[in-house]
C-alpha cells in the first residue's frame, strides 16, 4: 500500500513537472508556480489592459486563466472572460520572450514595462534599449521574429 502511494505520487509529480518544463520552453515565465500549478505569464500583469487600452496594470491571482500551460492574472473579471474568448489576441507574440532577441534566434526575457502593440499583437522587450532598437524597423524586426519563431519555439533559451 505504501509502495502504490510513492509510486503514484511520484507519476503525479512528473506529470506536472513536464508539463511545466514544456511550457517553460515555449513561453517566457516567472520561475515558481502559481496556485493554478502553472507558471505565471507576462510577469502577472493582464494582457487584456495592454491590447485593449495601451495600459500596465498588474493582474490578480483571484481572476486567472490558464492558456497553452501558462497562467495569465487579471484585473478584472471582465478581463479574464474577454482573454478566454479570445486568448490568441491576446497572449503575448513569441510566448512572451523578447520580441528583439527572438528576431536574432534567442530567447530573452520579454519584460511588461517594455512592450508595444503593434497591428492589435502584444510585443514584449527585454529592456528600453533594446525597445528603442524595435522602434527603428518595426516590421523588420516582427518579420525575422516570425521566421526563427518557427524554429526556436520549442528550444530551451539556454541551448540557443
Not at 37 to 65: C, M, Q, W, Y
Request: a positive charge; glycine letters at 8%.
Amino acid at each position: 500500500m505504501k509502495h502504490h502511494f510513492i509510486a503514484t505520487a511520484l507519476v503525479l509529480f512528473s506529470a506536472v513537472f513536464q508539463q511545466a518544463a514544456f511550457a517553460a520552453d515555449e513561453h517566457n515565465v516567472s520561475a515558481g508556480l502559481t496556485y493554478t500549478g502553472k507558471p505565471l505569464a507576462l510577469h502577472g500583469f493582464d494582457p487584456v489592459a495592454f491590447v485593449d487600452i495601451g495600459n500596465r496594470i498588474e493582474g490578480f491571482a483571484t481572476h486567472s486563466a490558464v492558456h497553452e500551460g501558462v497562467a495569465y492574472y487579471f484585473a478584472s473579471a471582465e478581463n479574464k472572460k474577454t482573454f478566454e474568448k479570445s486568448p490568441g489576441r491576446y497572449a503575448p507574440q513569441f510566448g512572451g520572450f523578447c520580441a528583439f532577441g527572438v528576431s536574432v534566434a534567442k530567447k530573452f526575457d520579454g519584460d511588461p514595462r517594455y512592450a508595444a502593440v503593434e497591428d492589435g499583437k502584444l510585443y514584449v522587450f527585454l529592456n528600453e534599449a533594446v525597445l528603442k532598437e524595435f522602434h527603428k524597423d518595426r516590421a523588420g524586426t516582427i518579420a525575422k521574429a516570425e521566421k526563427n519563431w518557427k524554429k526556436i519555439r520549442s528550444k530551451t533559451a539556454a541551448s540557443l
